[in-house]
């Protein structure tokens, strides 16, 4: 009986698991629009708030999005096994080059990395140069009372205690936006590590894995110095220092700086926007920050996918980037929304 | 089954063919055989689809790096040049860290729990420890960080630095700048999570040596630590080696835990205090967003050579015991 009973229950299963794995995909029913995205983490909580209004207003159109990295959106994007992707880094002319087909970039939203530090005795905002924040990185400067550090920080007693550096472990859009920075402020890091990257060879330092890695390995570790992004040390009120701009100013990173930063660039972001924003000119501008994009074909096939993703593009340059400042994302300046606006007329 | 089933098959004379074929299922033999024959068999696709793969896209990284691969003490994504050795050595030194510190404490627990505890205490005990073997690797890199990382930047490598540090040859492996975490630190952690292994698998081996032998050497006045060391154990010492390779085989392959504690830089460096890399965690960190083809297939030949060494060590694995089986202790 027992041995029946088995019988009865394997046939049963194999039959199921053949009906399961061969049954045909159901396809999108009654008009339903089902969009399938995939890329970057550092925007995911932005994006999935996006998703979500604007789904409960177009009950038609869903979109799903894994976070499963910039890398991994683009390859996917190529591999034509996603409707979009999403990039924290544009991408490059040699992986456009590959591409079967053509990539349009939206700028979607903006973002900043700030330094952090724990330095026992010094509670003040410490005011970081430059040339300092690429020295201490390169590893040349190596004590925090070096005179490069000490001479914007007067009043403050730095101890002559080695620095201890941490960087991310994990490829991350936050070391994209950071080796960006420091690339773009010294020769010397340009020609030794390289331009920007979600992951390079550093010269010195501790990893940490993501933004509560190295927030933890800086808190740990006495005489630390670490980089997270913005909306990490907003939210969990971690202090973190000024960094020098190109007009020389100190600033200190909030979110209308970041803004300052893309409208000061404003008529320099080419009609691609592929454009790295580090570094822009103007007294206010925070120096360390970045886009994040949409990866979106300029050919989509399927007229209703195209046209769902068409308004939600003009959704999220309009009523979209209102929910930006809740989630501690700077908002686009209003010259990039009417270029973007202009190019969604691209896709075809 | 019913009654007059059973006396049709037994009535009708054994045929060839269906009716036999149906028979032979109805005893289960035919079932059990072919359920059994398909699963072995899957297991032995699925490595092979493993490697398969593993090779498959690895292919640019071979053909660009060669055996060089292995020896190349670079890593760096920007100049698409890619070398294994931080990683292979990280590996490497964790996971002998952590059998140093596992195996004499691990086998020590097996021993007191099988030979000279009272039944119920160790029952409970190896209840226990059974217990530590299921938690989660996250939640003992939580340890690490939150435990073993403080100890070891306040206490423990400061006093290894001023003890064993001046001690020649053995010094240079505690020597440098201290950060709390780094090979030792890993190794620690590591060796945390397989102690479990050792202690489970071992106490089981030894409570299966037959009381005989330990009587016997009673009786030929054996004192009951002469008789446990010299008897018990070396009889037991083939499977106290499999409980020994199941340990390495996790430390090797240990992601997660290893990351939050390491110190993640791809650095050779003789201090066991300062920061390394393993492959595992390498692999884990850097798949997301690596972009660039050569960049992929570089971390999927890091996959391939870590599957290598445990193809590797397992060998040698069989080889010792074999070889400790020739040497005698238990009757072959």
Do not use: C
């Amino acid at each position: 009986m027992k041995k029946a009973l088995l019988v009865v229950w394997l046939i049963t299963l194999t039959l199921t698991l053949t009906m399961a794995l061969t049954a045909p995909r159901t396809a999108a029913q009654g008009g339903t629009v089902l969009l399938t995205a995939a890329g970057a983490t550092f925007p995911y909580p932005i994006y999935s708030k996006w998703f979500d209004v604007y789904h409960n207003a177009h009950s038609n159109i869903q979109i799903n999005y894994q976070s499963i990295g910039s890398g991994g959106g683009i390859r996917q994007l190529q591999a034509g096994t996603v409707d979009f992707g999403a990039s924290d880094g544009p991408m490059t002319d040699e992986q456009l080059a590959q591409s079967k087909f053509k990539i349009l970039h939206f700028p979607t939203v903006l973002g900043a990395v700030v330094p952090t530090y724990n330095i026992a005795g010094v509670t003040a905002d410490l005011n970081f140069t430059q040339k300092a924040l690429a020295g201490i990185y390169l590893g040349t400067i190596t004590k925090w009372n070096d005179p490069e550090i000490a001479k914007t920080n007067p009043g403050v007693s730095l101890p002559g205690t080695d620095i201890v550096v941490v960087h991310r472990s994990d490829g991350s859009g936050t070391s994209y936006i950071w080796t960006d920075f420091l690339a773009k402020v010294s020769d010397d890091w340009k020609n030794k590590v390289g331009k920007a990257a979600t992951s390079v060879n550093w010269p010195v330092g501790l990893g940490g894995k993501g933004n509560e890695g190295v927030t933890g390995l800086v808190k740990q570790t006495p005489n630390a110095i670490g980089y997270i992004e913005l909306i990490y040390a907003v939210q969990n009120k971690i202090p973190y220092g000024n960094v020098q701009n190109a007009a020389g100013k100190f600033v200190k990173a909030d979110l209308a700086g970041v803004t300052a930063a893309a409208a000061a660039d404003a008529k320099n972001i080419p009609d691609d926007f592929r454009v790295s924003i580090t570094n822009a000119p103007g007294p206010k501008v925070y120096p360390i920050s970045s886009f994040t994009w949409l990866l979106i074909p300029a050919q989509i096939q399927d007229a209703a996918k195209r046209d769902a993703i068409k308004d939600f593009l003009k959704w999220m340059l309009t009523d979209g980037q209102k929910f930006n400042e809740g989630l501690s994302y700077a908002q686009l300046p209003k010259e990039v929304i009417a270029r973007e606006t202009k190019a969604i007329s691209l896709i075809q | 089954m019913s009654a007059a089933a059973t006396t049709i098959a037994h009535e009708v004379p054994p045929q060839a063919g269906p009716r036999a074929f149906l028979h032979r299922l109805r005893q289960g033999d035919q079932i059990a055989h072919l359920v059994t024959l398909t699963f072995a068999a899957v297991i032995l696709l699925l490595t092979s689809m493993l490697v398969y793969e593993l090779w498959i896209n690895s292919h640019l990284s071979r053909t660009q790096f060669g055996w060089a691969f292995f020896w190349t003490k670079v890593w760096d994504p920007n100049f698409d040049n890619f070398g294994a050795a931080p990683f292979i050595y990280g590996t490497l030194v964790t996971s002998a860290v952590a059998l140093v510190v596992a195996v004499p404490l691990g086998l020590a627990s097996a021993i007191f729990l099988s030979e000279l505890a009272p039944r119920n205490v160790s029952d409970v005990i190896s209840f226990l420890i059974d217990l530590l073997a299921a938690v989660p690797s996250v939640i003992y890199g939580l340890l690490g960080i939150f435990i073993v990382v403080p100890l070891m930047r306040t206490t423990l490598g400061p006093l290894l630095i001023a003890t064993v540090g001046n001690v020649p040859y053995v010094g240079v492996l505690f020597r440098g700048p201290n950060y709390g975490v780094g090979f030792l630190t890993a190794g620690i952690v590591l060796a945390i999570m397989v102690v479990p292994f050792i202690i489970s698998v071992s106490r089981e081996v030894l409570l299966t040596v037959p009381r005989e032998q330990r009587e016997a050497a009673m009786a030929l006045g054996a004192t009951r630590w002469e008789s446990t060391w010299q008897v018990v154990v070396p009889w037991a010492r083939t499977g106290i080696m499999g409980s020994v390779f199941l340990a390495l085989a996790r430390a090797l392959g240990e992601t997660m835990a290893v990351t939050m504690v390491i110190g993640n830089a791809a650095a050779i460096k003789a201090s066991l205090l300062s920061p390394g890399d393993t492959i595992a965690s390498t692999i884990a960190n850097q798949f997301t967003e690596a972009t660039g083809d050569l960049y992929l297939s570089s971390l999927i030949e890091l996959g391939l050579v870590l599957f290598l060494i445990t193809f590797i060590l397992n060998g040698l694995a069989r080889i010792l015991i074999v070889a400790t089986e020739r040497g005698g202790g238990r009757p072959a």
